[in-house]
């Protein structure tokens, strides 16, 4: 069955691999009984595939439950994200729905997610609208010293919404200005020109139409969140051939740290489990592995006979001097590396 490749996630998520995404599938090959995304993100390989065999299982995952639950809700029931998605962006909207969402929906999500068809719509439609008007990086990371009191916004003495120090030695929330480079539409970033300038019933329809197409492709997809690890067991032995696309947080040090759950350690021990099992598995396993040239996994991957493609991301904040990355050299620094058992790419 053929799938529309042009499906994109409808909001902004760096790192995402669209533009690489055919040679992914290329070498991958869309035959695999089984395929596997445990850094799912906004699952730009996923949504590339360019068809599925009936008896196909597509198995996604992320860490982060805000993700997770996105995809989740958009599965089960897009109207209703739609609805809570549909909002012109405000400031102190976007400030009290991001604390609500970091101090609130955040635990509660452990729970929701812990269930295999657990889901709230409502935090998925809020996340959403906010990651799409949020500038930068930090968006319900937790990080950042603002709280909000009867008297105002004030940056936290001691403590914030998480008590938890990240990279920037912030806690709680960051207060940004609602991003307006995309004309202020948020989640309608893609929506067709129209004589309102694409508000009113016309923004409302384009949204769920957008969400109702991605809730037919993940239709039969399996979304987990937690631990990248745990969507590589047993389940792997599905099938004549399975397919592992591994996109984890990169391990270089002078990126941008963009994600909510942010450890270059994670790298190395994906990279280690991907080795390990790609000689396990021989020609069985199609593993492509995304991170830097230099970064520590290169010489590791060609020594084990794994084969390299060299591509230019877009660019873009992640990989900005701002984003706290080493500028627009990053982003001709992006590598795949295939295993022995991918399929042969022009």
């Known amino acids: 069955m053929k799938h529309d490749t042009k499906l994109k996630a409808p909001f902004p998520y760096f790192g995402g691999k669209s533009r690489i995404s055919p040679t992914i599938w290329a070498a991958i090959g869309s035959d695999v009984e089984h395929y596997v995304e445990p ?17 196909a299982v597509e198995t996604i995952n992320d860490r982060d439950g805000f993700v997770a639950n996105f995809w989740r809700a958009v599965q089960a029931d897009p109207d209703a ?38 889901y709230d719509a409502q935090i998925a439609g809020w996340w959403v609208w906010g990651a799409c008007a949020w500038i930068g990086t930090g968006w319900c990371s937790g990080e950042g010293p603002w709280s909000p009191t009867d008297a105002g916004w004030v940056k936290a003495q001691g403590g914030g919404v998480r008590r938890k120090i990240f ?69 792997l032995r599905l099938g004549k ?3 592992i696309f591994l996109d984890p947080p990169y391990a270089a040090t002078d990126r941008a740290k963009t994600y909510s759950h942010d450890n270059t350690q994670v790298s190395t021990q994906a990279r280690d ?33 794994w084969r390299v493609v060299a591509w230019k991301a877009a660019g873009g904040f992640a990989s900005s001097s701002k984003g706290g990355g080493n500028g627009k050299a990053n982003a001709a620094r992006e590598r795949l590396w295939l295993s022995p058992g991918c399929l042969p790419i022009e």
């Open 241 to 243: 051939h399975v397919g």
């Open 167 to 235: 990279c920037d030695n912030g806690r709680g929330i960051n207060r940004k200005l609602p991003h307006t480079g995309n004309n202020g539409q948020g989640i309608n970033r893609k929506l067709p020109y129209t004589g309102d300038n694409g508000r009113g019933e016309a923004r409302t329809a384009y949204i769920q139409a957008e969400l109702q197409a991605l809730s037919s492709r993940l239709r039969d997809v399996r979304v987990a969140s937690g631990d990248w690890a745990r969507v590589l067991g047993s389940g």
């Open 39 to 55: 850094f799912a993100g906004s699952a730009a390989a996923l949504l590339a595939r360019p068809s599925l065999p009936a008896s």
């Open 273 to 305: 489990w991907a080795l390990q099992y790609a000689q396990e598995q021989g020609d069985r396993a199609r593993i492509v592995f995304a991170g830097y040239e230099g970064q520590g996994d290169c010489q590791a991957f060609e020594d084990a006979g």
């Open 81 to 118: 994200v739609a609805r809570h998605a549909d909002r012109p962006v405000n400031e102190r909207d976007l400030e009290a729905i991001h604390y609500w969402l970091v101090s609130d929906a955040a635990p509660r999500l452990d729970g929701i997610l812990a269930r295999p068809d657990g």
